[in-house]
């Protein structure tokens, strides 16, 4: 018999006189793999339900920018209210959460990546590592450019990549006034047209070589 299986029997069976409310509550719970300790007394699932609502309440009056602050993890939140009361907390069983650890992560390879420039080594511009570190300080602390702020030489991405790298230069695009990904598109336009020009060279020597050895009809001189 599975985990939530077994719960939902002990809830029917232990408390066959349970609040409705809150066995629906709790089922919910359960069914969402929540250890709800069925087996304590009714008094205590029903506080357990109630506060699993009012929490629900509370949250759906409150606007987007507020919504956003209660964004924490469970665990976080009760040792909010531990910890002020003198309580116990639970900060030392939380897991970071994937999100946490790759976070983590661009931070630490934005430390190195400093190090590096900062060791004189980096072919690019120094305004344009200023502006790589501070595209991914954006992207570790939720700071999110603008796409006009991200491609400034033509305000979006679309317009930026149709022009060709001669074009991308006479719209005002510079190495050190670039962003990274303003540069990283650059590179790429050039990559093309580079390897465009050699394929046309090679066509071009071909059809060069074809002229001047034409292939004999069968059976002619």
């Not at 606007?63 to 900060?91: H, K, P």
């Not at 060791?119 to 796409?147: N, P, V, W, Y």
């Amino acid at each position: 018999m599975s985990n939530k299986k077994h719960a939902l029997d002990n809830l029917e069976r232990i408390h066959e006189h349970l609040d409705s409310r809150a066995s629906y509550i709790l089922r919910i719970l359960i069914n969402a793999g929540l250890p709800c300790r069925e087996y304590a007394d009714t008094k205590y699932l029903e506080n357990l339900a109630d506060s699993i609502h009012n929490l629900w309440h509370h949250l759906c009056q409150l606007d987007t920018g507020n919504l956003q602050c209660w964004d924490m993890n469970v665990l976080e939140l009760a040792s909010i209210y531990g910890e002020a009361m003198g309580a116990r907390t639970f900060y030392d069983d939380i897991k970071p959460s994937p999100d946490d650890r790759l976070r983590d992560a661009l931070g630490e390879m934005i430390r190195h990546f400093e190090t590096f420039l900062a060791s004189d080594q980096s072919e690019f511009s120094t305004a344009l590592t200023k502006r790589i570190i501070e595209d991914a300080k954006d992207a570790h602390t939720g700071g999110a450019r603008t796409e006009a702020q991200q491609w400034p030489t033509t305000g979006s991405e679309e317009s930026f990549r149709k022009l060709s790298s001669e074009e991308m230069l006479e719209a005002g695009f510079t190495l050190d006034s670039c962003t990274y990904k303003e540069f990283s598109a650059y590179r790429d336009k050039c990559d093309e047209e580079e390897a465009a020009d050699y394929q046309r060279t090679n066509d071009a020597m071909d059809k060069l070589s074809d002229d001047l050895n034409p292939v004999k009809p069968e059976g002619g001189e």
